[in-house]
């Protein structure tokens, strides 16, 4: 079974930054793409961002210049570092694995990031 597990969240004022991590298996990282999603309550699933197989990374237009995905190879783990933090991107964030057209096949549980002042 497909393994993920996000960490990193935690509470931050506006303006502040966040590291998530997503540690996976090595048999996934090599053969996957991997994404950031995020979902805020009361609100539906979001897409943050993704990192292709053949490296090209992708942000949805509210987190540009301010997100940046990566891959750690030696780890098999995800990163998601974000910077100048808005209270709307108060959510809680999920990995996500492989997958095509209709979004990923495979979900971490999900860790909480929390903006406020």
């Known amino acids: 079974q497909v393994q993920l597990l996000e960490s990193g969240g935690g509470s931050v004022q506006p303006g502040g930054s966040l590291k998530l991590s997503c540690a996976t298996s090595r048999s996934v990282f090599s053969a996957c793409g991997m994404h950031w999603y995020r979902q805020a309550p009361g609100k539906e699933r979001e897409f943050v961002s993704k990192s292709a197989r053949d490296g090209t990374t992708t942000y949805a237009d509210s987190v540009k210049g301010r997100f940046i995905i990566s891959r750690d190879n030696s780890k098999n783990t995800l990163y998601l570092q974000m910077n100048s933090l808005q209270t709307e991107d108060t959510a809680v964030y999920y990995c996500?694995?492989?997958?095509?057209?209709?979004?990923?096949?495979?979900w971490g549980p999900g860790t909480q990031v929390t903006v406020s002042s």
């Open positions: 996500a694995a492989c997958g095509g057209s209709w979004g990923p096949d495979y």
